[in-house]
């Protein structure tokens, strides 16, 4: 008996636990119920697509019996549309979304179902380009723009939409899946609700990032149900599974209301057109109330907390000049920044004033000193300002587009015509210290004053330099790591700034990376005026403010911006005993 049992054990161990057959029958809900009003579908064609030129696909609009033109309504969209609007097949949304509605399950709602685009062959011997991987597999934000600048504002043409991303929902199988959470998370002003099916988060075209960027990225307002199968797709860029598993455990650790259903099917729509009814229920349950924005997470082992849950960004003032180029404060506080023909300053009141009239500058650094020292890139020199306003010149004949100053008074700046990084001491001497350098980002010191940073908005690296006690450099490396975008490896990183940790904050196209010591970028900080402008935008300055130290200021498409947060800066020039360094 004792050797039956452990025959029995060892072909459990090899051949895996024996599983039952899983059926997943579609519910009432996924039938035609008598009495239930019947909404209407009509099919489309597009072929004027400005961000897929040449492309073709049909797509198709449902539209609740429910409906009235008096009010606005919230609105669904599907990738694969054409599987999703069948009632012959396992989604059968249009059957769904009657029944769901009657019921008042969720509110009325619009169903845009949208086929993935084919470029059409130019002869009858070439074959159609399928674009859906293109369109639904890629990271960036090219599919959310051809959803709401091309199909959406068609749609309106017809029917009166809701414009809050509380009333919008957006769905999809698959390649579809991981499209869906891609326009969501890159357009969180226009997407709160997401709905996933057997979701590619794999590395068909980087989507296997996600769960990592969920967990550094200050958390958005999204609601996201996933659902997959212990035997779907493990092919050559990912296992299916395992992916989804890490995005549930993602969206669960940074605290997202986040739901993942799990069965034992393969990568086929048999468990999600089953349990579709409820994923909506759940989905659009407690509406109208908003979708909110996670806490942030706070990981105890990096420090203590960086943002503060009750802050956002703040504009100030709205009555300055345009601001960008620069930003650096003073002692007491108070930010500078560089516009079109004055170096203006704004205070604790957020009242802005004229600092230095009639001049432009690029690089600013406050120095111990008490004088703020300027790149005047038009006058091929390096000056400085003095509390009065006296200007005196510390380098002329030279090409300077950023720089800092140090304790000892030592200056590091880079010339943006010879790709070249300098050093100017005390005496006027100048020293060149690495050549063909890429000079598009800024110049920073370390808190303790033992490092440059030097950062590539050209590339995704952030270098280090460490300062020799002769004032040289040594040991250049591409030490700090950055996060980039889908379409470009370019990170765009301009200015940084420094906290008493040491950690280092690098405005970017993606947000503000905050990294660690060690180089690793531990949070995202979302930019300013999120949703309320193209995704992509321009980082032009930072730097830690205010009378505590504790505001960041940025400048972001030509608008200054404040945020309060938990940490405090470490300006420069600050003549005191550098901080202890953590071990």
Known sequence: MKRLSLLICLMMLTLGTPQAAEDYPLGPDSQRQAGVPQGIVTHYIWTTSRVYPGTFRDYWVYVP?????DKPACFMVFQDGESFMKEDGRARIPIVFD??????DMPVTIGVFINPGVLKALSPDQKDRSNRSFEYDALGDRYARFLLEEILPEVAKYYKLSTDPDDHAISGLSSGGICSFNVAWNRPNAFHRVLSFIGSFADLRGGDIYPALIRKTEPKPLRVFLQDGSKDLSIFAGDWWLANQAMASALAWAGYDAKFVTGAND????????ILPDALRWLWRDYPQPIAKPRPVHD???GPPILDPISDWKLVPEDLAFPGGSLTADSKGNVYFTGPRNIDMVGDDTTGMAFRKGTYAAGMALAPDGRLYACQIADKRIVAFSADLKEDTIAGGVHCSH???TQAGDIYYTDPVEHTLWSLNQKGERRELYRDVVVSGGLRLSPDQSLVYLSDGAGKWVWSFRIQPDGSLSRGEPFYRLETRDESSATGAFEMTVDTLGFLYVQTNLGIQVCDEEGRVVLIINPPSYGLMPNY????????GGPDFQDLFVVVNGKLFKRHMLRKGFPPWVQQRP????P
Do not use: C, S
């Open 579 to 582: 901080p202890v360094r953590k």
């Open 267 to 274: 990568h086929d729509m048999e468990q999600g057109g089953a």
């Open 537 to 544: 935008f321009l980082a032009e300055g930072i730097t830690f």
């Open 99 to 104: 029944n769901l509605i009657a019921k008042h």
């Open 403 to 405: 720089l800092v100053v």
């Open 300 to 302: 105890a082992r990096f």
């Open 65 to 69: 019996a429910q409906y009235t033109p």
